[in-house]
């Protein structure tokens, strides 16, 4: 069972990562309107970081992100053009990283069993 260090190290990698981005970010609009929407970036990264996080490794090979991604109906490009349309708003990736941490806490009790009963 990973620790809570292990668990928020890959939402402090990915949110610096978002920070980067909408830093360098040429034009927030245009990026707006290629964005994917907040469900489908939530849905997706959750996904990807249970498949990383149930590998020896934590990394997903090229093939798994893939099959993620078009689970999903979306592509690397589109989460980095989420990251850059709302990683300027604070109050927003507020709202999506809690979304996020609960999602994989919520698996993370699903797994263990014990977690989900508290609540």
Known sequence: MPGPTRSAAPL??????????TAC????????????????????????RLSALGTITGELTDAERERILAKHETTEEGLLSFAEAHGSDPATMKDVWEEVRTRLQAAAGEDTGTEGEAR
């Open 12 to 21: 402090l990698l990915l949110a610096g990562l978002f920070l980067v981005v």
């Open 25 to 48: 970010g040429d034009d927030p609009a245009a990026a707006s309107s290629a964005s994917i929407d907040r469900e489908t970036f939530v849905a997706t990264y959750v996904d990807l």
